[in-house]
Nanobody, 119 residues
Framework: QVQLVESGGGLVQSGGSLRLSCVAS????????MGWFRQAPGKQRELVAI???????NYANSIKGRFTISRDNAKNTVYLQMNNLKPEDTAVYYC?????????????WGQGTQVAVSS
C-alpha cells in the first residue's frame, strides 16, 4: 500500500511564507509525477503546481512567481515553497502523486494540510 503524508501547513500573516512537504511511502517502484492541489471552503479542488520525475513543472496562474514546487526523488518527497502568501491562498492543500507500485499504477492523495492566511 502506498500513502502520502503532508506537513508544514499553519497560520501565517499576509505576505508571509510557508513550506509544505509531502512524503510518499510504501511499495513504490516509480513516481511519475507529484503535485499540490488546494480546496477552499465552498470551492472546487484546484491544481496549484505539479512536477514530473524529470523536473518539468506546471503552475496555476494565480500563484506563479510566488510558489515554487520541487522534489527530491531519492526521498520520494515533494515540496511547495509558498512566498508572499495572500488571504485568498487560504485552503486545505492536498498532495497528489501518480505512483507505480507492485500491483499497478495509482493516483494517490494525501490527507490534506490546512493553510490559513490572515490579512
Amino acid at each position: 500500500q502506498v500513502q502520502l503524508v503532508e506537513s508544514g501547513g499553519g497560520l501565517v500573516q499576509s505576505g508571509g511564507s510557508l513550506r509544505l512537504s509531502c512524503v510518499a511511502s510504501g511499495n513504490i517502484l516509480n513516481i511519475f509525477r507529484m503535485g499540490w492541489f488546494r480546496q477552499a471552503p465552498g470551492k472546487q479542488r484546484e491544481l496549484v503546481a505539479i512536477i514530473t520525475n524529470s523536473g518539468s513543472t506546471n503552475y496555476a496562474n494565480s500563484i506563479k512567481g510566488r510558489f515554487t514546487i520541487s522534489r527530491d526523488n531519492a526521498k520520494n518527497t515533494v515540496y511547495l515553497q509558498m512566498n508572499n502568501l495572500k488571504p485568498e491562498d487560504t485552503a486545505v492543500y492536498y498532495c497528489n502523486a501518480r505512483i507505480q507500485s507492485l500491483t499497478g499504477i495509482y493516483d494517490v492523495w494525501g490527507q490534506g494540510t490546512q493553510v490559513a492566511v490572515s490579512s
